[in-house]
T-cell receptor, first 113, second 111 residues
Framework: AQKVTQAQTEISVVEKEDVTLDCVYE???????LFWYKQPPSGELVFLIR??????QNEISGRYSWNFQKSTSSFNFTITASQVVDSAVYFC??????????FGPGTSLSVIP | EADIYQTPRYLVIGTGKKITLECSQT?????MYWYQQDPGMELHLIHY???????EKGDLSSESTVSRIRTEHFPLTLESARPSHTSQYLC??????????FGQGTRLTVV
């Protein structure tokens, strides 16, 4: 079965705090891709990052960083020094050999000024 | 990056009407998807296509139907709209196993 779990439904932080969004996935495939998307209040889905199952290197892009650990089936997302513009719903997603892209339930992040 | 166009952006329609939500792309991506999403909530896959003349039902049962006669078009049709169909419908494309790119969505309200 393919499944993505985001246990945190809602998170509130004060501006400039660091915040980590958790993502745990399930798949029996050996080849798969993981993604993070941002959905601001305007509603469009913005692609943030892709990671394939053979690449466990962590990645940093500005204030964003991602930690992929196959041993725990996790692909967590950290925002450093959060800003009000980071307020959005963040989705973790799994792409498998069956060609579906399955999304987690999302984590709503509110950054309070 | 894919260019994906969804029309209309907003639609308010009466119960029992037939509607077609349009989705078109200009990048020639082989895979296309329709997701249904209530505001801020989970995305549910309702239809997908691997290519021309291929369509599959997604994980969430839907009364809608789709067609893929041309690579660039993936319209979704509801024969008889009901208030329970009120939602946002998101179209996406994907090339190979890469990330999916999304259109801006159609917000459907059935009154």
């Amino acid at each position: 079965a393919q499944k993505v779990t985001q246990a945190q439904t809602e998170i509130s932080v004060v501006e400039k705090e660091d915040v980590t969004l958790d993502c745990v996935y399930e798949t029996r495939d050996t080849t798969y891709y993981l993604f993070w998307y941002k959905q601001p209040p305007s509603g469009e889905l913005v692609f943030l990052i892709r990671r394939n199952s053979f690449d466990e290197q962590n990645e940093i892009s500005g204030r964003y960083s991602w930690n992929f650990q196959k041993s725990t089936s996790s692909f967590n997302f950290t925002i450093t020094a959060s800003q009000v513009v980071d307020s959005a719903v963040y989705f973790c997603a799994l792409g498998t050999s069956y060609d579906k892209v399955i999304f987690g339930p999302g984590t709503s992040l509110s950054v309070i000024p | 990056e894919a260019d994906i166009y969804q029309t209309p952006r907003y639609l308010v329609i009466g119960t029992g009407k037939k509607i077609t939500l349009e989705c078109s792309q200009t990048m020639g991506h082989d895979k296309m998807y329709w997701y249904q999403q209530d505001p801020g909530m989970e995305l549910h896959l309702i239809h997908y296509s691997y290519g021309v003349n291929s369509t599959e039902k997604g994980d969430l049962s839907s009364e809608s139907t789709v067609s893929r006669i041309r690579t660039e078009h993936f319209p979704l049709t509801l024969e008889s709209a009901r208030p329970s169909h009120t939602s946002q419908y998101l179209c996406a494309t994907r090339q190979g196993l890469n990330e999916a790119f999304f259109g801006q969505g159609t917000r459907l309200t059935v009154v």
